[in-house]
């Protein structure tokens, strides 16, 4: 039941933020002003459109398994991270146009082309069909385009001077300490579960459900795991501080295994709405990992350094840029 409202919820968010970039007949507040850089508008539309994907993936990565507080707290974060892109694309087509910048057609044309290879394997009227139904015109597509490659002709202008991405040791031992364990193999999960029955002889659904609530409440608030899960949890586990073991496919069904695998370690899993009971789940670590060693990561750890230089370069290019520029949040 807390999933399904949790999805209504998160369902309702999304769509207030799924707003079309072409609705000419949005409603004032959704067309609203959200910034004006340099005498161009950036409004609400627009910033509902550069949110649209980012929203969707992150709904779909959570499973439900974020409160509607969390996934709106999150989605607040997508919002101010796109408008500050929107503020950037908007600085340097700017500074593009104050350095007599020009983009040849020819150039357009074959974005354009790879643009119809890639997505409709040369279909063109396939494209030409898309692009009617969104209500955009093939010369608005062209000028997004042509923005496009204005942005990354300066984007590389200014990318980290030759030579400059060269890294050192203390660089790359430092980034292996931070990429290793994106690397190391899954392992196996040591699990402990609080179980929770949705009914019994002498309490309602509606006060066990505040129940559960109330237990990871406290577990939240650095009360144990194990000793809430003796006290309260009402399966064969309980004994046992709510100790399974190490989880393999066939430990738990297919849904809690899947949920128990998406839970960092140390931290207890939302409600889970498990038929007859409410249950909790806690991650104590995992078993079996092996990480790779920092040779067997050079070519990725140079990778990452050079991004990450070239990053820096850019972002000290983008703050003069906001520095000399005339921006104004709303």
Not at 87 to 92: A, E, M, P, Q, V
């Amino acid at each position: 039941m807390e999933n399904r409202f949790l999805l209504k919820i998160l369902s309702v968010i999304f769509a207030a933020l799924s707003v079309s970039l072409f609705a000419q007949s949005a409603p004032t507040q959704l067309n609203s002003l959200k910034a004006v850089v340099n005498g161009e508008p950036i409004t609400q539309v627009d910033l509902n459109e550069a949110v649209r994907t980012q929203v969707q993936i992150y709904l779909m990565k959570t499973k439900g398994m974020v409160s509607a507080s969390e996934a709106e707290g999150e989605i607040r974060k997508i919002e101010e991270s796109a408008l500050n892109d929107l503020i950037d694309r908007k600085l340097i087509l700017s500074e593009f146009k104050t350095m007599g910048g020009k983009i040849q057609p020819k150039f357009v044309d074959e974005a354009v082309d790879r643009f119809v290879k890639s997505r409709f394997n040369g279909d063109r009227e396939k494209f030409m069909e898309q692009l009617s139904s969104q209500g955009i015109t093939l010369n608005q597509f062209r000028d997004v385009q042509q923005d496009q490659i204005a942005i990354q002709a300066l984007q590389a202008r200014h990318a980290a001077r030759p030579g400059s991405e060269l890294s050192f040791p203390h660089e790359r031992k430092k980034m292996y300490d931070e990429i290793k364990n994106e690397y190391a193999s899954e392992g196996k999960l040591k699990l402990r579960m609080l179980s929770v029955l949705k009914i019994t002889p002498n309490s309602s659904m509606a006060d066990q459900e505040k129940l559960i609530k109330s237990i990871r409440n406290e577990i939240l608030n650095g009360a144990s795991f194990s000793s809430m899960a003796k006290k309260y949890s009402g399966d064969s586990f309980a004994d046992k501080g709510g100790y399974v073991g190490v989880v393999g496919s066939s430990t738990l069904n297919e849904r809690l295994t899947s949920i128990a695998y998406s839970l960092p370690s140390r931290k207890v899993s939302e409600v889970i709405d498990d038929g007859p009971s409410w249950r909790l789940m806690y991650v104590d670590g995992r078993t079996g990992q092996s990480v790779p060693s920092q040779k067997d990561l050079a070519d990725e750890i140079e990778k990452r350094l050079a991004i990450k230089k070239r990053q820096a370069s850019m972002d000290s290019w983008l703050k003069k840029l906001r520095r000399d520029a005339n921006v104004r949040i709303y």
